[in-house]
């Protein structure tokens, strides 16, 4: 209960900010943006260049894949058994196999395993979770959707000039070490602002409210997401003898509740608004749950 006492205060931080009139309706959004250009592109370059590259972080960038085809799978064929509308079955393909391995899951790793495993998060997230939501989120969109369809030129736009994205390919491939030692305390400074920030802007922008004919996709897709998938994958590393701290954070993110980009985008594109939004409201929350017993299962 320590480990995420401070992750539910920050959070009704963020709801009880919600209410008070003088903030605007998409202070959310601001915070979010603050975020993807200036705290996490700190932490990147703060993390990964003292990275040691091995055969094993090849798991930390294959897993997510993984977990993409084994939940997406599994989510479309319980839809079809179920027989649930379009529109549900590519709301759940949206937010079931894509989490959120960010904004939440880069903060509960840094929690639990302590903040020299932060570079396996994001390796997981860039390499994996936001190309996923990037191209396979595309797809779907375009499949299911009632939007804008994107092309292939403008998705790939948007990957290359994601700034958290260009931070990981520039601490990567760049001499960067002088530049980053002078700059390491303004780094620091805006690396520390992530967390807090992170949760304020979740907590002000969950939505909890579930329609009743939305509660049978709800519980399976939240159990596929929090509980089945990360129990077949730690069983599979079980089995197959794979072991050491970036196969555990790894496998840690495959248990992340809904990604909340995803979540907008599905409501954006007219696939469930209803059911997207509780399922990564209560997502979150159910994760202060599960993300313990997940973390024991693994350890």
Request: hydrophobic share 55%.
């Amino acid at each position: 209960m320590e480990q995420v006492l401070p992750f539910l205060l920050f959070l009704g931080a963020g709801l009880l900010l919600k209410r008070l009139p003088v903030f605007p309706a998409d202070t959310d959004r601001s915070l979010n943006l603050y975020v993807i250009y200036i705290a996490l592109p700190a932490l990147i370059f703060l993390q990964v260049p003292g990275l040691q590259l091995s055969s094993r972080m090849l798991v930390t960038v294959i897993m997510p894949w993984m977990t993409l085809l084994v939940s997406g799978l599994l989510t479309l064929l319980i839809s079809r058994l179920m027989r649930w509308s379009r529109e549900t079955t590519g709301a759940l393909l949206l937010v079931v196999p894509l989490g959120n391995t960010s904004f939440l899951g880069i903060p509960m790793v840094e929690q639990f395993f302590g903040s020299h495993a932060v570079s396996y998060a994001i390796l997981y997230d860039q390499f994996g979770s936001f190309l996923a939501l990037s191209s396979y989120g595309t797809v779907i969109l375009a499949i299911y959707g009632k939007g804008e369809q994107n092309s292939l030129s403008s998705i790939l736009i948007k990957i290359i000039t994601f700034p958290p994205f260009v931070a990981l390919l520039c601490a990567l491939f760049l001499p960067l070490d002088n530049l980053l030692q002078t700059v390491k305390p303004m780094l620091t400074m805006a690396a520390g602002s992530l967390v807090p920030v992170v949760l304020v802007a979740i907590g002000f922008q969950m939505q909890l409210l579930l329609p009743r004919h939305d509660v049978s996709p709800f519980v399976f897709g939240l159990t596929i997401r929090l509980l089945l998938t990360p129990g077949l994958f730690i069983l599979a590393c079980k089995t197959l003898g794979l072991g050491g701290e970036a196969v555990q954070v790894s496998l840690f993110e495959t248990a992340m509740p809904p990604m909340v980009t995803a979540g907008a985008l599905a409501s954006i594109a007219g696939l469930k608004p209803g059911l997207t939004s509780a399922m990564v409201g209560f997502g979150i929350l159910f994760s202060f749950l599960t993300l313990p017993l997940i973390f024991q299962w693994i350890q």
